[in-house]
C-alpha cells in the first residue's frame, strides 16, 4: 500500500475521514502477515507450494496444547529427571509401521542427509541410474548423498537395471544400496528394475545395508481409493529394507517431518549422530504427527485425516457442491456452469494417476484477471485456468472453508 502512504503525504488537505481510511487501509496491510490460510481449490491434493498436507483437529489441538504450555517435551515424568524428545513419535511410530525404531527430523532430505551420512559417510551408495531424481525446488538426491560424505555409484541406465548390475557393482568399500521410490516421476515402456525381495537378499549376502526412501509416507493401500498401488511404508521394512526413510506432511496427512523406520541398532546409531541435533523435529511437529499417527492407530485416519478424507470423498458429494457453488456465482452475477473433471493426489505422489471430479467452470476471456480477483479474496481461493475458464474443485476444498468468499 505505497499508494496510502504517498496518498496521505502528498495529500495534507484530505477529509479527515479520507485520511483515517487510508491510515487504516495502510495499517492493516502493513500488519497482514505473509504467510496465511487459502482455500485450495486447485483439486491438487498435496499441494507443495499451498503448505502441503492440512492437519486433522486432533494434531491442530496438540500444537495448541504443546505450543501454549510447558511441557514433556524433554522431561520424564516418572523419574523426574531430563528425558529424550526422541520418545515422543516413536512408539505410535513403531505400532503403525510394524517397524523396530523410529526417528523423527525436519524433513525427509533432512532424513535422508542423516541416514546417509550416519550409515555410508566415506563409503560407497550404489543407486540406479533410473533413480537419480530431482524431488522439487532444485533438489536433487545425487546432491544429498555428495553432502553426506557417502560415495555415489551410479548402476544400470535410466530404463532398466538389472540385479546384476547391483551385484557387480559391489566392492569392499561399499556401505549400501540405495532405492528411491519413483515418487514424481513415471519410467513407462521398456524398463525394468529388480524386485526390493531381491535387492535385500543381495545386501544381506554381501552384509550391506538396504536403506529405501519410500517418500510419500503411505501407510494406507491408496488402490482402496481407486488409485494407483503406492508401495506402502509397510511393504518396505516387510520386504527387508533396514531403514525407510518418508515425509510426514505428504501422504502421511501430518505436518512437515521427516521419518526413519527400521533396524533398533541402526536407527540408535544415527540418532548419537551429530547431524541429529541439527536436523531435529521441533516440538509442534512432534505434537500434531503423534496426534495424526494415532488417527492410523485407531482405524480413523481415513474419517480424521483431511486429505484421506478428500481421497475417500464420495463424487456425487463434490458434484452437488460445484452446483451449489455454480449457482452462488451465478448469483453474484458471475455465470458458471460445472463439469466432469480430475483431481490429482501431487505432492510428489502417484504420478500420472488421478481421481474423478466434478469441477465449477467460469467462462471468460480474461481467466488469469479473473484468477487474481479470487486471489484478492479473504481468504483468497485458489482456483486452476484452463484455456478460457477458471475451474474450481470442491474436493480440495476444506469442510468449514466451503461458502466463504463465494458470492
Ligand atoms: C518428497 C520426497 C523427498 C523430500 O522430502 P521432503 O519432506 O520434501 O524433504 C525425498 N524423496 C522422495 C522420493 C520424495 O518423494
Same mark, same amino acid.
Given at each position: 500500500?505505497?499508494?496510502a502512504r504517498?496518498?496521505?503525504?502528498?495529500?495534507?488537505?484530505?477529509?479527515?475521514e479520507?485520511l483515517?481510511?487510508?491510515?487504516a487501509?495502510?495499517?492493516? #496491510?502493513y500488519f497482514?502477515?505473509?504467510?496465511?490460510?487459502?482455500?485450495?481449490a486447485?483439486g491438487?491434493?498435496?499441494?507443495?507450494?499451498?503448505?502441503?498436507? !492440512?492437519l486433522?483437529g486432533?494434531?491442530?489441538?496438540a500444537i495448541t496444547?504443546?505450543?501454549?504450555h =510447558?511441557?514433556?517435551?524433554?522431561y520424564?515424568?516418572?523419574s523426574?529427571?531430563?528425558?529424550?524428545r526422541?520418545v515422543?513419535?516413536?512408539?505410535?511410530?513403531?505400532?503403525? +509401521?510394524?517397524?523396530e525404531?523410529a526417528? /523423527?527430523?525436519n524433513?525427509?532430505?533432512?532424513?535422508?542427509l542423516?541416514m546417509?551420512?550416519?550409515?555410508?559417510a566415506g563409503?560407497? /551408495?550404489?543407486?540406479?541410474?533410473?533413480?537419480l531424481?530431482?524431488?522439487? &525446488?532444485g533438489?536433487r538426491i545425487p546432491d544429498i548423498?555428495?553432502?553426506?560424505?557417502? $560415495?555415489? /555409484?551410479e548402476?544400470?541406465?535410466t530404463?532398466?537395471?538389472?540385479?546384476?548390475d547391483y551385484?557387480q557393482?559391489?566392492?569392499?568399500?561399499?556401505?549400501? @544400496?540405495?532405492?528411491?521410490h519413483?515418487?514424481? =516421476?513415471?519410467i @513407462?515402456g521398456f524398463t525394468? +528394475?529388480p524386485?526390493?525381495?531381491?535387492?535385500?537378499?543381495?545386501?544381506? $549376502?554381501h552384509g550391506?545395508y538396504?536403506? =529405501?526412501d519410500q517418500g510419500?509416507?503411505?501407510?494406507l493401500d491408496t488402490a482402496?481409493?481407486?488409485?494407483?498401488?503406492e508401495?506402502?511404508?509397510?511393504?518396505?521394512l516387510?520386504?527387508?529394507a533396514?531403514?525407510v526413510?518418508?515425509s510426514? #506432511? $505428504?501422504? /502421511?496427512?501430518?505436518?512437515?517431518? &521427516?521419518?526413519?523406520?527400521g533396524?533398533s #541398532?541402526?536407527?540408535h546409531?544415527?540418532k548419537q549422530?551429530p547431524l541429529a541435533r541439527?536436523?531435529?523435529a521441533d516440538?509442534? +511437529?512432534l505434537?500434531s504427527?503423534?496426534a495424526?499417527?494415532?488417527? =492410523?492407530? $485407531?482405524?480413523?485416519?481415513?474419517?480424521?485425516?483431511p486429505?484421506?478424507r478428500m481421497?475417500?470423498?464420495p463424487?456425487?458429494?463434490?458434484?452437488?457442491t460445484?452446483?451449489?457453488w455454480a449457482?452462488h456465482?451465478?448469483a453474484?452475477g458471475?455465470p +458458471?456452469t460445472?463439469?466432469p473433471?480430475v483431481?490429482t493426489v501431487?505432492g510428489?505422489s502417484l504420478? &500420472?494417476?488421478?481421481?474423478p471430479s466434478?469441477v465449477?467452470?467460469? !467462462?471468460?476471456?480474461?481467466p488469469?484477471?479473473l484468477?487474481? %480477483?479470487?486471489?484478492?479474496?479473504t481468504?483468497?481461493?485458489?482456483? %486452476? @485456468?484452463?484455456s #478460457?475458464?477458471l475451474?474450481?474443485?470442491p474436493?480440495?476444498?476444506?469442510?468449514?472453508q466451503?461458502?466463504?468468499?463465494?458470492?
Amino acid at each position: 500500500m505505497g499508494c496510502a502512504r504517498n496518498c496521505w503525504l502528498g495529500n495534507p488537505s484530505a477529509h479527515p475521514e479520507a485520511l483515517a481510511d487510508q491510515t487504516a487501509a495502510w495499517l492493516a #496491510d502493513y500488519f497482514t502477515p505473509t504467510l496465511h490460510p487459502v482455500i485450495n481449490a486447485t483439486g491438487v491434493i498435496i499441494h507443495t507450494n499451498l503448505g502441503r498436507a !492440512p492437519l486433522s483437529g486432533a494434531a491442530q489441538a496438540a500444537i495448541t496444547a504443546v505450543g501454549g504450555h =510447558y511441557n514433556t517435551l524433554e522431561y520424564d515424568l516418572a523419574s523426574g529427571q531430563r528425558g529424550s524428545r526422541t520418545v515422543h513419535a516413536e512408539q505410535v511410530l513403531r505400532r503403525v +509401521a510394524g517397524a523396530e525404531a523410529a526417528v /523423527v527430523v525436519n524433513n525427509n532430505a533432512a532424513a535422508m542427509l542423516l541416514m546417509l551420512s550416519g550409515l555410508c559417510a566415506g563409503q560407497e /551408495v550404489l543407486i540406479s541410474r533410473g533413480q537419480l531424481v530431482e524431488i522439487g &525446488g532444485g533438489f536433487r538426491i545425487p546432491d544429498i548423498l555428495r553432502q553426506s560424505g557417502a $560415495k555415489l /555409484v551410479e548402476v544400470g541406465t535410466t530404463n532398466r537395471t538389472h540385479l546384476r548390475d547391483y551385484a557387480q557393482a559391489i566392492g569392499p568399500n561399499t556401505a549400501a @544400496i540405495l532405492v528411491v521410490h519413483a515418487s514424481n =516421476y513415471q519410467i @513407462i515402456g521398456f524398463t525394468s +528394475a529388480p524386485e526390493m525381495s531381491e535387492l535385500a537378499e543381495l545386501t544381506r $549376502k554381501h552384509g550391506l545395508y538396504l536403506l =529405501y526412501d519410500q517418500g510419500s509416507g503411505a501407510l494406507l493401500d491408496t488402490a482402496a481409493y481407486g488409485l494407483a498401488h503406492e508401495p506402502t511404508v509397510q511393504e518396505g521394512l516387510q520386504v527387508g529394507a533396514d531403514v525407510v526413510a518418508f515425509s510426514g #506432511d $505428504k501422504l /502421511v496427512g501430518g505436518p512437515q517431518t &521427516g521419518i526413519l523406520v527400521g533396524r533398533s #541398532d541402526l536407527i540408535h546409531t544415527l540418532k548419537q549422530h551429530p547431524l541429529a541435533r541439527a536436523v531435529r523435529a521441533d516440538k509442534l +511437529a512432534l505434537a500434531s504427527l503423534s496426534a495424526t499417527l494415532e488417527h =492410523y492407530l $485407531k482405524g480413523e485416519a481415513e474419517r480424521e485425516i483431511p486429505i484421506w478424507r478428500m481421497m475417500a470423498r464420495p463424487l456425487a458429494d463434490i458434484r452437488a457442491t460445484a452446483e451449489a457453488w455454480a449457482g452462488h456465482f451465478t448469483a453474484a452475477g458471475l455465470p +458458471a456452469t460445472t463439469r466432469p473433471d480430475v483431481s490429482t493426489v501431487g505432492g510428489g505422489s502417484l504420478p &500420472g494417476t488421478s481421481l474423478p471430479s466434478h469441477v465449477v467452470a467460469i !467462462p471468460t476471456s480474461h481467466p488469469n484477471q479473473l484468477a487474481a %480477483r479470487l486471489r484478492q479474496a479473504t481468504p483468497p481461493i485458489i482456483g %486452476r @485456468i484452463q484455456s #478460457d475458464h477458471l475451474l474450481l474443485d470442491p474436493r480440495t476444498v476444506l469442510l468449514g472453508q466451503e461458502g466463504a468468499g463465494v458470492g
